[in-house]
């Protein structure tokens, strides 16, 4: 089988003494900020990229990776102790896992969430090496119009299954679309909206946006709110094993989660946040077994449906990246703004022209995933302390490491300027309730957008007709069509904010 | 005509306001044709739907009514102010600004600064901590960024390094 060929291949470049390291690194970063409540995976993997400019490029993605999937875990221990969600895809959790907390069943609460994140985890990476082969071969059928259109679909895609309004969240995509426009054309050599400005030609970078507006913007949203008093539960953390029982209820809501989280991975805008809320509401209406704790009171399913969803979730949103180049969320549009760093363009050639790298980056995330079971249960206790650090130590190192991450991607503090207006413009844009991540992708995605749609449009000779008389670019644009209609009919439209508030 | 939705409101005239500055930058440039476009036909397009967009959203908050008016709260401006202003000193004591002849005073000076003026956005604030948390991050990164990753940093006053 040519699978196990490549994934021995993967695991060759993944066991390699550097590699593990980096992968390790990735992986303890990821649990740090993900115990960590303010401040995520956007803004940590936005902070270290600069960073990563030395290494080779494959150390540099298992890292950013691990950051990634690393959060997922991290996230359920805050979530379970402290009743507040260490990232966003633990939000959920919160409901039944600090019930179970309270009521003294920490332990199995957090070895259901890092069982079942690392049976997840698994299994998404399994899906990953399986989906990739077929998907890239689909993907070399693709000319510029169906890509211009399955840009359209992703972007569609990801404002459709995210949360909040729609039309805000589709008029932010074009807005980043149009920053992404800044700077020299490539086709003209004209610089585009650059004021005259040297460091604008060069085009605006994705990582001032990402820190000025996932960092700068959120400590200032966090430090508006009044501080409320964290209950932390410290050492009380006895007998970390479930019992027979738990693991019989445990089992089922693992595989259910692992599926949905599975396929909403995949999917334009889905990933780690969407899958943990379908996984636990679906799990909210299979019936209660006898003699089990009803949701929202303590029950083990309400912890490991979610937690084994967004971490699946977390791993299969690399299918789209990695085969198509298309990013299905925001941290996937860093995952780009990494490659291109490291002159690997995204898309289904990474894997004919560099296959240690896509092989190994897969293989190094069954490995991440080993190491993060270990590293979030045996040592749990060393997470529990780190809870008890005050946040206002961590706002001004956050800061202060955004600036040095910003100033050295050009060591020029222009980029410095220009985080601090985009902090300005993030806590506008959190006052007025829009969403900052479709701004992200669509920045990723405005040049490549407007390659595809120029070379779609000369073969043309300028008919537009071109994305709908050509099957596969037709039917790509259909399904986004669908998409919007079916969430803009008024039963899903509800349905689709009661989602999002769930309590 | 009143205003249903304050947050809306703001975001669609934002919206529309920079939609429309977009496209009329974008005429400045060759607009060209579909078949052969030049550097102003894709940021025209983007800029035109754009102001569209906001103005639907505009047209929304005036129309669609809300249960409380959806207001946009109270500016936090102290963090806004303290965050903003430490980010911006950590550029002016690093880099230094030629225009006004100040020297760059390198890496360990703009932790301090900048620790010392972030640390003011929060509710609670402690000199004595605040010191101390900056020469913790100040090893770090001298540590971090200087000795392991060997980024090009200015870390002393030019005046004391030359």
Request: hydrophobic share 55%; with cysteine; aromatic share 10%.
């Amino acid at each position: 089988m040519d699978l196990f060929n490549n994934l021995a291949l993967g695991f060759g470049v993944a066991f390699t003494f550097q590699n593990l390291i980096y992968a390790f690194i990735g992986c303890l970063l990821g649990t740090l900020i993900g115990v960590l409540p303010g401040i995520g995976p956007v803004a940590t993997i936005a902070m270290l990229l600069p960073a990563t400019y030395a290494l080779p490029p494959i150390a540099a993605l298992i890292m950013l990776a691990g950051i990634y999937y690393g959060a997922q875990y991290g996230g359920s221990t805050t979530a379970i102790l402290v009743n507040l969600p260490g990232e966003s895809s633990s939000v959920v959790t919160v409901i039944d896992g600090y019930q179970m907390a309270r009521k003294g069943r920490a332990g199995p609460a957090l070895a259901a969430a890092g069982l079942g994140s690392f049976f997840a985890g698994c299994i998404g990476t399994l899906i990953l090496a399986a989906f990739a082969v077929p998907l890239t071969e689909v993907a070399f059928k693709f000319g510029p119009a169906e890509y211009f259109s399955l840009m359209i679909l992703g972007l569609i895609g990801a404002v459709v299954l995210a949360s909040g309004s729609l039309l805000k969240a589709v008029a932010m995509i074009v807005l980043g679309l149009l920053l992404g426009l800044v700077g020299t054309d490539v086709n003209s050599g004209v610089a585009r909206f650059s004021f005259d400005i040297p460091e604008l030609t060069d085009g605006i970078g994705f990582i001032t946006i990402a820190m000025g507006v996932f960092g700068y913007g959120e400590i200032i949203t966090n430090l508006a709110q009044p501080e409320d008093k964290r209950e932390v539960f410290l050492g009380k953390v006895t007998g970390l094993f479930p019992t027979k029982q738990d693991f019989k209820n445990m089992l089922p809501a693992v595989l259910r989660g692992t599926t949905i989280g599975s396929i909403l991975g995949i999917l334009p805008g889905g990933g780690a946040l969407l899958a943990a809320f379908a996984a636990y509401t679906i799990e909210k209406k299979t019936k209660l077994r006898e003699g089990e704790v009803p949701f929202g009171q303590g029950n083990i399913r309400g912890v490991a449906a979610p937690e084994s969803a967004n971490n699946a979730g977390a791993q299969t949103s690399f299918i789209p990246l990695l085969t198509l180049g298309i990013p299905p969320n925001a941290v996937m549009a860093l995952m780009v703004g990494a490659m291109t760093i490291h002159n690997i363009q995204p898309g289904p050639q990474v894997m004919t022209s560099n296959p240690e790298l896509f092989w190994g980056l897969i293989a190094s995330m069954w490995l991440g995933n080993l190491m993060l079971i270990i590293l979030n249960l045996p040592l749990i206790g060393m997470w529990i302390k780190l809870l008890t650090v005050p946040y206002r130590w961590l706002f001004p190192a956050i800061v202060l490491f955004c600036a040095i991450g910003v100033y050295s991607t050009n060591n020029n503090t222009f980029d410095i300027w220009l985080v601090g207006a985009f902090g300005v413009v993030g806590y506008l844009w959190a006052k007025l309730g829009v969403e900052p991540a479709p701004l992200l992708l669509g920045f990723i995605l405005g040049p490549m957008m407007e390659e595809n749609l120029r070379r779609a449009l000369l073969l043309s000779r300028g008919d537009w007709s071109v994305f709908v008389t050509r099957g596969l670019s037709a039917s790509l644009l259909a399904v986004a069509a669908i998409m919007l209609i079916v969430v803009l009919l008024p039963s899903v439209k509800s349905k689709r904010e009661e989602a999002f508030v769930e309590d | 005509m009143k205003i249903k939705s304050s947050k809306d409101f703001f975001s669609g005239l934002m919206f529309t306001v920079v939609g429309a500055s977009f496209a009329y930058g974008a005429t400045s440039y060759t607009i060209g044709t579909g078949a052969r476009m030049g550097p102003g036909y894709f940021p025209l397009l983007l800029g035109v739907i754009l102001a569209l967009l906001g103005a639907a959203i505009l047209f929304k908050s005036l129309v669609v009514e809300t249960p409380d008016g959806e207001p946009v709260g109270k500016w936090a401006w102290k963090p806004l102010f303290f965050i903003i202003a430490g980010n911006l000193l950590f550029g002016v004591l690093l880099g230094g600004l030629p225009s006004i002849g100040l020297p760059a005073m390198g890496l360990i000076a703009a932790i301090f600064g900048t620790t010392i003026v972030v640390s003011m956005a929060g509710n609670e604030f402690s000199f004595k901590e605040t010191i101390v948390l900056s020469a913790i991050l100040s090893v770090m990164s001298y540590g971090a960024f200087i000795m392991l990753l060997k980024l090009q940093f200015p870390v002393w006053p030019t005046f004391i390094s030359g």
